[in-house]
């Protein structure tokens, strides 16, 4: 059941990409940030209230609140570079990069949460990662100098606090539950 959540995930994170293109052009990328995040924090809620599990938040431990706090700042920073990235360079160079962070997520999963490395694991990051470079660079060609590079330094920095939303920087610590 997993992989068709990961995949439902994947596919509105593709939808999300171009709308946020689409959407961005002729306003300020932090207004759009905070338009996108207060509509993402009302249906949240309204998902919270239909499930009627509102009161389990009495529950949370102060570590899980604590864990819970800094994702949602990494995500926060996540999507003002996101969304500036995009004001700045195309989706096809963008989204690529901050997607990145699933190399990052695995190198951190293995030096930090000691999650185990195979050979196979070792092979497919290094291919995601030269698939994205090899995106990069087709684009470069297409693109002036200093608008790829500031779209860069903004995607990169994107999909670096990408990666700590979903936790793993600071996933070291045991386990709540």
């Given at each position: ?15 999300t990409s171009i ?54 700042v990494t995500t ?102």
């Amino acid at each position: 059941m997993w992989v068709i959540y990961a995949s439902c995930a994947a596919l509105f994170a593709g939808i999300t990409s171009i709308l946020a293109k689409i959407g961005i052009q002729k306003i300020d990328s932090n207004l759009a940030t905070a338009l996108r995040t207060g509509v993402v924090v009302i249906f949240a809620w309204i998902i919270v209230f239909a499930g009627n599990i509102q009161y389990s938040l009495l529950d949370i431990s102060l570590k899980s609140l604590l864990f819970l706090i800094l994702s949602g700042v990494t995500t926060g920073a996540s999507w003002v570079f996101y969304f500036r990235a995009h004001q700045l360079g195309n989706v096809n160079v963008v989204v690529p990069i901050d997607k990145s962070s699933t190399v990052l997520t695995m190198l951190f999963a293995i030096t930090i949460l000691g999650e185990s490395v195979t050979i196979l694991k070792m092979i497919s990051m290094a291919v995601i990662g030269l698939g994205t470079y090899l995106m990069i660079q087709k684009q470069a060609v297409e693109q002036s100098a200093s608008k790829i590079s500031h779209s860069i330094v903004y995607a990169g920095l994107s999909a670096f606090f990408a990666h700590c939303k979903k936790g793993r920087l600071v996933s070291w610590c045991p386990s709540t539950s």
